[in-house]
Nanobody, 120 residues
Framework: VQLQASGGGLVQPGGSLRLSCAAS????????MGWYRQAPGNERDLVAT???????NYRDAVKGRFTISRDNAKNTVYLQMNSLKPEDTAVYYC???????????????WGQGTLVTVSS
């Protein structure tokens, strides 16, 4: 199983970006998916998660600005980021809980990270 993240880049404060993360490979079922971020010198922190049923959770700092969504048919999770601030600058990682067969344990998979830089 591989997770491929895309959509990062340089944006001015107040701007928007949309991150995507597509899972591929031997996927039997997918459960929670999410986005995390890691700024230089900091630990990796939760940004937002979404359950297979569409339930969402956000860190307080991004509530009202970021929206997480998923397309189960495409095994893809998105993060729409609006009103971006310099403090949102970080490498963003996607995460997914996946079973590769009916009898397998649920595994925790990570994408490679995509850099978001918010600067004027």
């Amino acid at each position: 199983v591989q997770l491929q993240a895309s959509g990062g880049g340089l944006v001015q404060p107040g701007g928007s970006l949309r991150l995507s993360c597509a899972a591929s490979g031997s996927i039997f079922s997918m459960y929670d998916m999410g986005w995390y971020r890691q700024a230089p010198g900091n630990e990796r922190d939760l940004v937002a998660t979404i359950t297979s049923g569409g339930g969402t959770n956000y860190r307080d700092a991004v509530k009202g600005r970021f929206t997480i969504s998923r397309d189960n048919a495409k095994n893809t999770v998105y993060l729409q980021m609006n009103s971006l601030k310099p403090e949102d600058t970080a490498v963003y990682y996607c995460n997914a809980e996946i079973k590769t067969s009916r009898i397998s344990r649920m595994g925790d998979y990570w994408g490679q990270g995509t850099l978001v830089t918010v600067s004027s």
